[in-house]
């Protein structure tokens, strides 16, 4: 006999173990979780290698919000470890902060002009002030425009075409607008107000999420199997709505990535994190695990990244690709999801084809459960 279950959850990530813990712990709901992987947390999966190091599988993964009720949610479930991520990136032969700031500047220039340039831009837009490349390069002052190109062309410009293989004219505009150029000395990849990694990992984290007696996790399996051998009432999807409705109106577009990961007889092989490669090498990053878990054993593990072509049903779909044309083609399979499917929900990086930070997946998952589940506005928070 089939069993039953109240909730079908496609998809062991930050979208679907937050629908599914809320399902069972606050509705009362017997919910099935499955996962076509042989393990849980999506994408923020991390497992020790044979050399005992935490590696984060799917790419480096850095923990950041700027929501109070995320991190408190989160808190629940993993006690917490400080980290700030710091990127630095190889520009004329020298290593300079990313996001370009008043360091960079210095780095790259003589010490007068360095000045001058930094002055300049102070007078412009103020001290501690993130100012989109975009603008800047629209400023009526001709010395910031000539630096603003500068920065466009040894740190922008090269890192894209190669994460995107497109040039940045052909990305959504929103991209190039959002490329900051910090006017500080603050050399923090990320300002948000809670920056910390999960003390014993992710994959810790989700264990402790989906350990419920309503739910039940099934691994190694996919939809399509499990949709003929369960019976459910209602069904939440995060995987790609595309792939659901068998490439109706073509695949979506996804780049992907390959990563190379080595592992070193050395207490660390770079000052920081993650260094960039904007301008050299077909790889984009090389992020040093050990920096952001905060663990040293003596060896350490890097992840080397290379951005590859997408290939359906081959490679995995990292990223959906910012454009705006993707984003009407995605609008087309939501309207259709309306009409042939009207009780699943979609929701998370593919289901809804956005690019989510994991803070912006729990927030879309939370917001998800009290207003399309719970029927609440999705503001009002029900008790835990
Ligand atoms: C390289 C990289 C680096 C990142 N770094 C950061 C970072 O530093 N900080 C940050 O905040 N965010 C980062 N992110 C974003 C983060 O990974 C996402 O926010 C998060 O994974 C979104 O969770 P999700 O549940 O929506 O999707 P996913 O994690 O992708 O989970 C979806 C799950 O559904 C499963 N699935 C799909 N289809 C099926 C099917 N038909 N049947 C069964 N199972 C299925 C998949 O196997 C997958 O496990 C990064 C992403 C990438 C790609």
Known sequence: MKRRYDWLIVGAGYTGAVVAERLASLCDK???????????????????????????????????TNSDEIAGYLSRFTEWKPYEHRVLGVVDGRLIPIPFNLTSLEIL?????????????????????????????????????????????NVFEGYTTKQWALRPEELSPSVTARVPVHVSYDDRYFQDSFQKMPREGYTK???????????????????????????????????AIDEFFGYEFGPLPYRSLSFDFRTYRQRRHQSVGQVNYPVSHDYTRITEMGHLTGEWNGSTTVAIEYPIAHRPGET?????????????????????????????????????????NMDQAVGRALALFRKEILGLPAEALPAA
């Not at 099935?32 to 020790?48: C, K, M, P, Q, S």
């Not at 599988?57 to 850095?62: A, E, K, L, W």
């Not at 499990?226 to 009432?233: N, T």
């Open 109 to 153: 220039f003589p010490a007068p002009e360095a000045a001058r340039l930094g002055r300049l831009l102070v007078d412009a837009y103020g001290m501690d002030r993130k100012v989109p490349i975009l603008k800047m390069r629209e400023s009526a002052h001709a010395g910031v425009r000539d630096l603003a190109d500068f920065i466009y062309r």
């Open 205 to 239: 984290m989700f264990e402790r999420m989906l350990d419920h007696p309503n739910i039940t996790v099934a691994l190694g399996t996919d939809y399509e199997t499990a949709k003929d051998e369960v019976l459910f009432d209602r069904m939440l999807y995060t995987g």
């Open 316 to 356: 995995v779909p990292y990223y959906p690709i910012p454009r705006d044309e993707n984003a009407a083609h995605h609008d087309r399979y939501v309207a259709f999801a309306r009409k042939e499917a009207p009780d699943v929900l979609f929701a998370g990086r593919l289901g809804d084809y956005k690019y989510y």
């Open 30 to 64: 017997r919910v099935l979780v499955i996962d076509r992987r042989e393990h849980i947390a999506g994408n923020a999966f991390d497992a020790r290698n044979d050399d005992g190091i935490l590696f984060h599988q799917y790419g480096p993964h850095i923990f950041h």
